[in-house]
């Protein structure tokens, strides 16, 4: 049995380090918001994003635009490209997005990014100077507000599975708004990610130096528990096993998110009524297929399990 994710803090303190949410990297912005809201998600409208300026200037476009999921913990986020313009963010993308459509970023959250972004650069991992990302944000009441992140990225190469980051929540409240937090479906949180790789050992070793968090398990299939959420890694062979009917049209390819949900029975009527197929991975745990979500398989548990499974 697992905690209610759900009733853990939104934002870490300390050491602490929560997986704050997964990004999904889309050609067709239309039809991901069409296949999220089938499924109970609320989306937010689509925004296109802004890094400060670090002399001053007008915000720098970052050539990529997003909506978002929010969960009661964590949230989902789904990005595009904005046409005509053309930046290493959108670069990356695009690039992403000839290997496949689907899940292509994972985002932990810490409260010190000095100390996080001095842990990447002592870890090898060359972190870029903090980016200060900035987009604008209406409020429940018609108001309009800005939300603030600090992010550490690092080059692509450094983590060749997707872009990995982190970053420091800087206004939460502003996040998390009450309004735009989907009840209909059932799920409260974020769980985790399933990776499919080739090398269990060098993947999950280099997520370990870059979380600062231990490993557990070998072989085909290691897991990394966080201070809130999971990660793990599978092989091929190890991710039939796990979920029988989600194939790696590639590799590295990130091939499952998993949400806990607070009433397994409710969130399985409300797929039903809503015509979204499920299989069910046992009495706790149901899967929703790729092909009903964008290109990435999502995991529904409730309480009484836990996804990605330890090793």
């Known amino acids: 049995m697992t905690d209610v994710l759900a009733n853990a803090s939104q934002t870490p ?27 109970g998600f609320i989306l937010t409208p689509f925004v296109a994003q802004h890094n400060a300026d670090p002399n001053g200037g007008p915000p720098i476009p970052a050539g ?8 009661q913990r964590g949230y989902l986020e789904f990005l595009s490209a904005v046409p005509g313009v053309d930046t290493p963010l959108s670069q990356q993308l695009n690039a992403a997005l000839d ?33 200060h990302l900035r987009r604008p944000l209406t409020l429940g009441d018609g108001s309009e507000a800005e939300v603030a992140f600090t992010v550490l990225r690092v080059p692509p190469e450094s983590m060749p599975e997707g872009r ?9 409240d502003l996040v998390w708004q009450d309004h735009i937090i989907a009840r209909d479906n059932d799920i409260v949180a974020l769980g985790g990610v399933i990776l499919c790789v ?18 557990d398990g070998g072989g085909d299939y290691c897991s990394l528990s966080l201070d809130r959420g999971r990660l793990g ?11 029988p009917s989600v194939s790696a049209p590639t590799t590295p390819f990130m091939a499952a998110v998993c949400l806990q949900s607070r009433d397994l029975n409710k969130t399985r009527q409300f797929l039903t009524d809503a015509g979204v197929p499920t299989s069910s991975l046992s009495d706790h745990a149901l899967l ?24």
Request: hydrophobic share 45%.
């Open 13 to 39: 303190s300390g050491a602490a380090v929560f997986l704050d949410h997964v990004g999904w990297f889309v050609p067709d912005m239309e039809a991901l918001a069409a296949t999220m809201e089938k499924l």
């Open 64 to 71: 990529t635009g997003n909506r978002c999921a929010m969960l």
């Open 99 to 131: 290997r496949y459509n689907g899940l292509h970023l994972v985002a932990f959250t810490i409260d010190d990014s000095a100390g996080a972004h001095e842990r990447l650069q002592d870890g090898g991992f060359s972190p870029l100077d903090p980016v």
């Open 164 to 172: 990995v980051q982190m970053l420091r929540q800087e206004t939460p």
């Open 198 to 215: 080739d090398d269990v050992e060098e993947v999950s070793d280099r997520f370990s130096r870059f979380t600062g968090k231990g490993i």
């Open 233 to 243: 890694f599978a092989t091929r062979a190890a991710l039939t096993e796990h979920l």
């Open 288 to 311: 929703v297929s790729p092909e009903d979500a964008a290109g990435a398989a999502i995991l529904i548990f409730d309480e009484n399990d836990i996804w990605p499974p330890t090793a």
